[in-house]
């Protein structure tokens, strides 16, 4: 069982990272709102904590790796996956907001949140809550909104392009720097899609 990888990181794609150890390159897939605060740049050295696990298929069984900054990120993956119906790549998708909010919003009750979540329907958020609430109260103290302040309370979709962005390499003040160009330019951009065009066309304009 592969509980932890340290190397060095190749590439960032998305909902995973290619990690180099002893000269072999692994897949990591990594939930978004992780992903988001690995901020080692492509190059340097990364640790992650793992999840190890066959996925059973029609030619057989397949590992895969999913990745996390510490075991309290781990430990909630558990009990998220404990879930009836969500399986660890179900999972690795769905997280894409701070575990933190998550949790909150289990221990609420909140389904209009929890269907927020890709993947996550009305009856699959039901069932998340009759499950884990009040079980998961303690992952709403980890520190995991830094990206969140930092942008400044920009809505989701402006956050989506950022990662994206640092997904590309750029640096986050540059990206952030794009993003308010575009949206000087044209203020009228209301979703991810609009914004990504808008950026591209600017970079080729110069």
Not at 175 to 200: F, G, H, V
Request: hydrophobic share 40%; net charge neutral.
């Amino acid at each position: 069982m592969i509980t932890k990888i340290s190397g060095q990181l190749i590439e960032k794609k998305n909902n995973s990272v290619i990690i180099e150890v002893g000269g072999l390159g692994y897949e990591v897939l990594v939930p978004n709102s992780i992903l988001q605060r690995v901020d080692a740049p492509v190059g340097n050295r990364v640790e992650l904590m793992t999840y190890h696990y066959i996925q059973i298929g029609p030619g057989g069984g397949s590992p895969y790796l999913v990745g996390f900054l510490n075991e309290v990120e781990k430990d909630f993956f558990l009990q998220f996956i404990k879930v009836s119906g969500i399986g660890p790549r179900a999972a690795v998708k769905a997280l894409n907001k701070p575990i933190s909010d998550i949790s909150d919003a289990i221990d609420r009750g909140d389904l209009q949140y929890l269907k927020s979540l890709p993947g996550i329907g009305l009856q699959r958020a039901k069932e998340i809550v009759a499950k884990l609430q009040g079980k998961v109260g303690r992952f709403g103290l980890i520190q995991d909104k830094c990206d969140r302040e930092e942008t400044r309370g920009v809505p989701d979709w402006q956050e989506e392009v950022l990662a994206v962005l640092m997904q590309l390499q750029y640096k986050k003040p540059e990206a952030m720097a794009m993003i308010d160009k575009a949206l000087q330019r044209c203020p009228q951009i209301s979703d991810a899609e609009q914004l990504i065009n808008e950026i591209y066309k600017q970079r080729n304009d110069h």
